[in-house]
């Protein structure tokens, strides 16, 4: 059964916390990506990874870092969590980035108070 | 980088009518348009694409029209059904490129 899995699921968090937001995949995809998602900005591109240790950043990376040790699992960490990181969080795997179908996950709703 | 357009934000249409959502790019090396639907609290899903050397492509009720020379491209549900009503985003990729782009989503309501 092809998934994406996230945890966890709602994060409530203060200001200047640090959050750890994981994601695995049991699809052994190279890609994994995670994004944001905010109402009226759609969904913007915050890292990707193409393997293990084998990452870059996207479109809104600043303040925001990620771990991949395993080819399934990809990590989301925020040091000092501000109040405008406050979000919906997706982690995404495709096979490859040409013409690849992304498969989303659940999403984690983090608010930062 | 590549840009996304996506109108309208947000569309309502009679159920059994059509919807049409248009999208529009900049570069173009771009060859791949996906288009991914998000129900109220779901993820987004690919509900179908088409790459740069086809113009139209049809899955049951949805219809991608691709028009590189105007750098456009749309998405057509026909006899619009509850079940359509979502998020529908549109996106592209350039070659080359690694990742998508995304516009930034159509709200589509369909109205009883």
């Known amino acids: 059964d092809m998934k994406v899995t996230q945890m966890p699921r709602y994060l409530i968090k203060r200001m200047g916390e640090n959050v750890l937001l994981e994601c695995g995949q049991d699809?052994?995809?190279?890609?994994m990506y995670w994004y944001r998602q905010d109402p009226g900005l759609g969904l913007q591109l915050i890292y990707i990874?193409?393997?293990?240790?084998?990452?870059s950043e996207g479109d809104i990376p600043k303040g925001y870092r990620v771990s991949r040790k395993k080819r399934e699992h990809f990590s989301l960490i925020l040091d000092s969590a501000k109040t405008n990181q406050t979000s919906v969080y997706f982690c995404?795997?495709?096979?490859?980035?040409?013409?690849?179908?992304?498969?989303f996950g659940p999403g984690t709703r983090l608010t930062v108070l | 980088g590549e840009q996304v357009e996506q109108l309208p934000s947000i569309l309502r249409v009679q159920e059994g009518s059509s919807a049409s959502i248009n999208c529009s790019y900049e570069?173009?090396?771009?060859?791949?348009f996906p288009w991914y639907k998000q129900e109220p609290g779901e993820n987004p899903k690919l509900i179908i694409d088409?790459?740069?050397?086809?113009e139209r492509k049809q899955i049951q009720e949805l219809i991608v029209l691709l028009d590189k020379k105007a750098k456009r491209f749309s998405l057509h549900i026909t006899d619009t059904q509850p079940g359509d009503s979502a998020m529908y985003f549109c996106?592209?990729?350039?070659?080359?490129?690694?990742?998508?782009?995304f516009g930034k989503g159509t709200q589509l309501i369909i109205q009883p």
């Open positions: 995404a795997s495709s096979q490859g980035q040409n013409y690849a179908e992304q498969f």
């Open positions: 699809m052994s995809h190279e890609t």
């Open positions: 990874s193409y393997d293990v240790d084998s990452n």
């Open positions: 570069d173009s090396a771009s060859n791949y």
């Open positions: 088409i790459r740069s050397n086809m």
């Open positions: 996106a592209a990729h350039t070659e080359g490129a690694d990742r998508l782009t």
